[in-house]
């Protein structure tokens, strides 16, 4: 796998702090092993090299000039601005919301269940008044994620029954 100069300098300096380098025994380990005392000047066949060395010298497997590292993980923090619900989040309610049986049916039970636990507050009453008109796009963010929370644990105690003519 191809990695990014930067994903390897990551790991370089993850992997000396946790042999618990110094700054001056970490230029000592660059100087002896790739023969500059600085990283400034690294290309990424040095990074490469300095990774699985010291990765070898913390005990892992690696071959010489072959790292193994993980790939990064996508960012869970959302790129949307402003303070309410994402649209990832209105998509998440609205699908645990069609996975759970309703008493009071599916229009009314779900916004019910929101109005009575997060939103009984007197400081939510403009939210109520948007909630019927523009649907889980009104809630705050927080009371999306606690919702959704909240729905998930539901899912597994009120499940839509599953009739033998679906199986």
């Known amino acids: 796998m191809a990695y990014t100069t930067d994903h390897l300098r990551r790991a370089y300096f993850a992997l000396c702090k946790s042999l618990g380098m110094s700054e001056e025994d970490r230029h000592a380990f660059n100087l002896a092993f790739i023969g500059l005392e600085s990283t400034k000047s ?26 193994r590292l993980c790939a990064d993980k996508p960012s869970e923090v959302t790129v949307e601005d402003g303070l309410f619900a994402t649209a990832r989040q209105c998509e998440m309610i609205q699908d645990l919301c069609d996975q759970i049986e309703w008493r009071v049916g599916r229009e009314d039970g779900p916004r019910a269940y929101v109005l009575k636990h997060f939103l009984g507050d007197k400081r939510f009453e403009l939210v109520k008044m948007r909630l019927r008109t523009e649907g889980w796009t009104a809630l705050p963010r927080d009371v999306a994620s606690g919702l959704i929370q909240a729905l998930k644990r539901m899912k597994d105690f009120y499940p839509i029954p599953t009739t033998t003519a679906e199986l």
């Open 42 to 67: 690294w290309g990424r066949p040095e990074w490469k090299e300095a990774v699985a060395e010291l990765q070898r010298m913390a005990g892992q497997r690696s071959k010489p000039g072959r790292p």
